[in-house]
């Protein structure tokens, strides 16, 4: 229900002098807050931001949450419109008495079959879908590994791309003349599914897998939390691959089309990557982190001609997330999430893929071209709210909020005063106003405080991209702390 003050504002506000017209709130309800987005999907994949899921079989945190194959349903069609659809999803696959299970080794999560993620995938991905890339992370033994390829190929059947794809035959031509690729675009693969795959040189061992950062691409965990059978079947495995070292059957390797992924080693940042003509840097957190104040620009440069996916330091094991905008402007295409929790990173990636299928034309600026540089003013009249969620164990509410303005280097902060005994409509009416330099990727953070004794309560929040949010009057609806939208709003004016 709208709260009369707030009718009384816009009416007050909007009058037209000569004819009396004037805005009213069922008016402003029906206007977007945000800039439709329009999909261009003929640049190279490493153009692209794709919104990833890290872990993504399970239901709650890697230690001891549960596992579905549902998850995958559920990350590759979203919950729009706070949770838009992620299209790189993490497989992470062992070997036991039941064949292949997917789970997050030594811990108490339970495992799920293979083949039953493979299944939920393929299932969600539709013919007019943009393509779906998986993160396959494999624990499985060399004479395993077919087995897997079998049941990918099975299931995914023409989904699955196996080879590279050409145009024309000039295409293929110059590949073979020049061994080189010409860059495959997501409209080229709309409908499939690539893999991620890790790669190695011929001649270092047959494809040894070798282990870093503990001993995979994007494991959290290295200790032993579960007694479990399949539990007890990855000790032996460990104990059987001391350095976690496992060789990459050639049948597996040939699925890596386009996304051989490749640790960064010696100086992998100031050199061209020949082999494989597909690399994809896999890189953790904290490896990014440290490159991040020293070799921006160079990060950026290698992010325009190669993919790059960052994954979460070994240190989250309760599924927190990192904060994804340095690695963004940085130009990693893949920043991978537990998308299971609803924290500053989810909330980042909600809005910078809201409304779209997942997949994001970087800005110019990480694409080679010119960057926005140039000092700007944020103006924003924050007025109020109708059915803000009544927060926990409070009779009386006292409500504030918070406005950030978030770049990938700073945050600038606003805090405004305390509404008490509002009944669920507080009114406000204060300017928020920021100086910013300008750039590519700069969000808009609002939340809503119960204010109390001790530590508030954060009841309500709305995260937009800067650049896609409409002006004038709007209403922003507001979701709660599980991602949820709620039937609150709050209504602002932006200059």
Same mark, same amino acid.
């Given at each position: 229900m709208v709260a009369p003050l707030l009718d009384e504002y816009l009416v007050k506000e909007t009058r037209e002098p000569d004819t009396g017209q004037c805005e009213t709130c069922a008016d402003v309800h029906k206007k977007p807050y945000l800039k439709p987005y329009i999909f261009d999907g003929t640049h190279p994949l490493t153009d692209y931001f794709i919104s990833s899921s890290h872990n993504t079989y399970l239901v709650a945190n890697q230690l001891w949450g549960n596992s579905s194959p549902k998850s995958y349903t559920t990350a590759l069609l979203g919950v729009p419109p706070t949770r838009p659809a992620a299209r790189c999803v &993490?497989?992470?696959v062992w070997y036991t008495k039941s064949g292949p299970v997917v789970t997050h080794g030594h811990t108490f999560t339970k495992s799920i079959s293979f083949r039953g993620v493979c299944e939920a995938i393929g299932e969600a991905v539709k013919a007019d879908d943009l393509p779906v890339t998986v993160s396959l992370e494999c624990h499985v033994d060399y004479d395993k590994q077919p087995e897997l390829v079998h049941i990918m190929k099975e299931v995914w059947g023409d989904k699955l791309v196996t080879e590279r794809i050409h145009r024309n035959v000039a295409e293929v031509i110059s590949d073979l003349i020049h061994h080189s690729h010409t860059p495959v675009t997501p409209d080229d693969l709309t409908g499939r599914i690539f893999l991620m795959v890790e790669w190695y040189p011929a001649k270092v061992s047959d494809? $040894?897998? @070798?282990?870093?950062?503990?001993?995979?691409?994007?494991s959290s965990s290295d200790s032993d939390f579960s007694d479990s059978e399949e539990s007890q079947e990855m000790k032996k495995w460990r104990a059987a691959h001391p350095k976690n070292k496992t060789k990459i059957h050639p049948d597996l390797a040939a699925l890596g089309v386009y996304a051989n992924s490749i640790k960064p080693k010696g100086n992998w940042l100031s050199r061209d990557i020949e082999d494989p003509l597909h690399a994809l840097i896999n890189i953790s957190e904290s490896g990014l982190t440290e490159y991040?104040?020293?070799?921006?620009?160079?990060? $950026?440069?290698?992010g325009s001609k190669y993919l790059r996916r960052?994954?979460?330091?070994g240190t989250r094991v309760q599924s927190t997330n990192m904060d994804p905008l340095p690695a963004w402007r940085a130009g990693t295409q893949v920043v991978a999430l537990n998308m299971q929790v609803w924290d500053l990173g989810m909330q980042f990636n909600g809005a910078l893929f809201e409304g779209t299928q997942g997949w994001v034309l970087k800005p110019e600026g990480l694409r080679?071209?010119?960057?926005?540089?140039?000092?700007?003013?944020?103006?924003? @009249?924050?007025?109020?709210?109708?059915d803000v969620p009544h927060p926990s164990n409070t009779k009386n509410l006292a409500t504030y909020f918070k406005c950030d303005l978030c770049t990938p280097s &700073?945050?600038?902060k606003y805090k405004s005063?305390?509404?008490?005994?509002?009944?669920?409509?507080?009114?406000w009416d204060e300017a928020v106003e920021f100086k910013y330099e300008d750039g590519e990727l700069i969000f808009v953070r609002l939340r809503l405080y119960q204010d109390r004794w001790g530590k508030d309560e954060e009841i309500a929040t709305f995260t937009a991209q800067l650049d896609r949010l409409e002006t004038g009057f709007r209403f922003w609806p507001l979701t709660d702390g599980e991602g949820n939208l709620t039937e609150g709003h709050i209504l602002v004016r932006l200059f």
């Amino acid at each position: 229900m709208v709260a009369p003050l707030l009718d009384e504002y816009l009416v007050k506000e909007t009058r037209e002098p000569d004819t009396g017209q004037c805005e009213t709130c069922a008016d402003v309800h029906k206007k977007p807050y945000l800039k439709p987005y329009i999909f261009d999907g003929t640049h190279p994949l490493t153009d692209y931001f794709i919104s990833s899921s890290h872990n993504t079989y399970l239901v709650a945190n890697q230690l001891w949450g549960n596992s579905s194959p549902k998850s995958y349903t559920t990350a590759l069609l979203g919950v729009p419109p706070t949770r838009p659809a992620a299209r790189c999803v &993490e497989i992470d696959v062992w070997y036991t008495k039941s064949g292949p299970v997917v789970t997050h080794g030594h811990t108490f999560t339970k495992s799920i079959s293979f083949r039953g993620v493979c299944e939920a995938i393929g299932e969600a991905v539709k013919a007019d879908d943009l393509p779906v890339t998986v993160s396959l992370e494999c624990h499985v033994d060399y004479d395993k590994q077919p087995e897997l390829v079998h049941i990918m190929k099975e299931v995914w059947g023409d989904k699955l791309v196996t080879e590279r794809i050409h145009r024309n035959v000039a295409e293929v031509i110059s590949d073979l003349i020049h061994h080189s690729h010409t860059p495959v675009t997501p409209d080229d693969l709309t409908g499939r599914i690539f893999l991620m795959v890790e790669w190695y040189p011929a001649k270092v061992s047959d494809l $040894v897998k @070798q282990g870093d950062e503990g001993g995979s691409s994007s494991s959290s965990s290295d200790s032993d939390f579960s007694d479990s059978e399949e539990s007890q079947e990855m000790k032996k495995w460990r104990a059987a691959h001391p350095k976690n070292k496992t060789k990459i059957h050639p049948d597996l390797a040939a699925l890596g089309v386009y996304a051989n992924s490749i640790k960064p080693k010696g100086n992998w940042l100031s050199r061209d990557i020949e082999d494989p003509l597909h690399a994809l840097i896999n890189i953790s957190e904290s490896g990014l982190t440290e490159y991040l104040p020293v070799a921006l620009a160079d990060l $950026v440069a290698h992010g325009s001609k190669y993919l790059r996916r960052c994954y979460p330091r070994g240190t989250r094991v309760q599924s927190t997330n990192m904060d994804p905008l340095p690695a963004w402007r940085a130009g990693t295409q893949v920043v991978a999430l537990n998308m299971q929790v609803w924290d500053l990173g989810m909330q980042f990636n909600g809005a910078l893929f809201e409304g779209t299928q997942g997949w994001v034309l970087k800005p110019e600026g990480l694409r080679g071209g010119p960057s926005r540089s140039e000092e700007k003013t944020f103006k924003l @009249q924050v007025i109020g709210a109708d059915d803000v969620p009544h927060p926990s164990n409070t009779k009386n509410l006292a409500t504030y909020f918070k406005c950030d303005l978030c770049t990938p280097s &700073e945050r600038l902060k606003y805090k405004s005063k305390v509404v008490e005994d509002h009944g669920g409509d507080p009114f406000w009416d204060e300017a928020v106003e920021f100086k910013y330099e300008d750039g590519e990727l700069i969000f808009v953070r609002l939340r809503l405080y119960q204010d109390r004794w001790g530590k508030d309560e954060e009841i309500a929040t709305f995260t937009a991209q800067l650049d896609r949010l409409e002006t004038g009057f709007r209403f922003w609806p507001l979701t709660d702390g599980e991602g949820n939208l709620t039937e609150g709003h709050i209504l602002v004016r932006l200059f």
